[in-house]
């Protein structure tokens, strides 16, 4: 008889909700539990001392806050009201603990920067010497303390079919109060898309049933990708919307087309692969978080260094190349890039102008309103080849331009004073008759030359017994198991095939 007070207590304390990249109410499997523990304290904490890093920027800032106030409406309409605090995570907790007499903290695992793991090593310290349980559960396919990647593409998938965690019987904790918006890092990109779930929704709406029909031949080009490509990156980023709920969207889409012979099939297959890339490219970073700051394959550690006067031609977009000063400008206008495009300029960067990936890929996170610690610190060392387990590739840029912006209106558009350029040459300025009177510079390097002595000098690395066995261990922990058609496979015969084969198992594009 005496225990019953004490749990029906217990029940009653507010449960800690700690939003942190799963700013949604929906597909909420942390916003479910929470409401089965007791009543629900939804919390935000914006880390000034995150904000200050390196990798991260004005654009993100202003594209969160947007997120954060949508997430408000959404609590609001649940009967919620979201604490929004200002201070180091730990601070903020301890202090609703200790105003709350909250036991129990509830939020999703995140697989952030090497920043954010500190962080919650420190939160998890702190609930242990407070005796709150804090419980962390997936909101994604990327699996914590994976043994090996055998079978993880089986869970993934065991993931996205599992039950959409239903939210029941929830009960509001008390509001408590909270701090305004802190000013913290200003906007400086004039073109970024709006945060928010409910812009989020209508971006996986509009490209499920209108834009994303051509997206197969139209992601390549930064011209057509723009409105073809699904632009949800940030909102996944942020968690405006799950991965999963975006992989069931387009399964249903697939269910709906199936049979039919509307031109669809190939676009959702093709989506439906990202999604999975999005999870394999995290679970990277989750097995090895040193990626974020070496060289997967130790051997190119040192093989690169700095050039402040290139690297800065390559970041404003006065490299002398015009595709990749095209596509640099518009980055920074916009926060976004298409894959291609992020390939060729981190590629460039890498290869031609040779310069370390390690600050180069700092000033992509920082433009990139979608930066996402696990997909970015893993494609800019796939791009700079120092996996040791993926193939050299060193695109074009004149070969690109031309590709992927025939009429050249795209690399018009970003730089107007080559207006006068016939196409042909557009893409290599240099060679036009007219070129002295053009007010825009002689490339930085001799595109032949350079990309000729980085492939040397890449392939000079390879050699040697040595490197063939990091490569070996790298791709036994780190590539996907997919079969010669490209897709995940979930048991070990395909590996077993393909197993020293980088061909095989790395991606390449
Ligand atoms: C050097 C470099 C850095 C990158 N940095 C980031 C980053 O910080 N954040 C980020 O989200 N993506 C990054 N990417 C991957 C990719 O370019 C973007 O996800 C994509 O361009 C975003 O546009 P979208 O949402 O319209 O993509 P869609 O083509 O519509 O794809 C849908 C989703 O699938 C995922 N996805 C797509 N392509 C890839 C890929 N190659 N690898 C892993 N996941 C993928 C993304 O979550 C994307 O939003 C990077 C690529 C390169 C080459």
Redesign the pocket.
Known sequence: MARAPAMSEAMTRPVLLWFKRDLRVADHPALAHAAALGPVLPVYVVEPEYWALEDVSGRQFAFLRECVADLRDQLDALGLTLCLRVGSAVDVLEALRARTGAQHLVSHEETGNAWTFARDRAVAHWARGQGVVWTELPQSGVVRRLPGRDGWAARRNAFLRASVAEVSGLRAAPAQPGDAWPDLLADDCADRQPGGRTAALTLLESFLTTRGQDYRRA?SSPLTGEVA?????PH??LGTVSGREAARATAARQREVKGTRVGWGGAFKS?QA??A??DH?MQKLEDAPALEQRCLHSAYQDLRGDDPARRAAWETGETGVPFVDACMRYLEATG?L??RM??MV?SFASYHLWLDWRQTGLH??RR?T???PG??WS??QM?SGSTGMNTVRIYNPVKQGLDQDPQGIFTRRWLPELAAVPDILLQEPWRWEGAARLAYRAPIVDLAEAARAARQAIWAVRKGGAFRAEAARVIEKHASRKDPQGHFVNDRAPRAKGRADPRQLGFEF
């Open positions: 992601m490509c699904s632009r949800l990156s996944l980023a989506f990202r999604l890339w999005r490219f976004w298409n894959f992020r390939s981190m992509l996170a990139f979608d930066y996402e997909i970015h494609q800019v791009q």
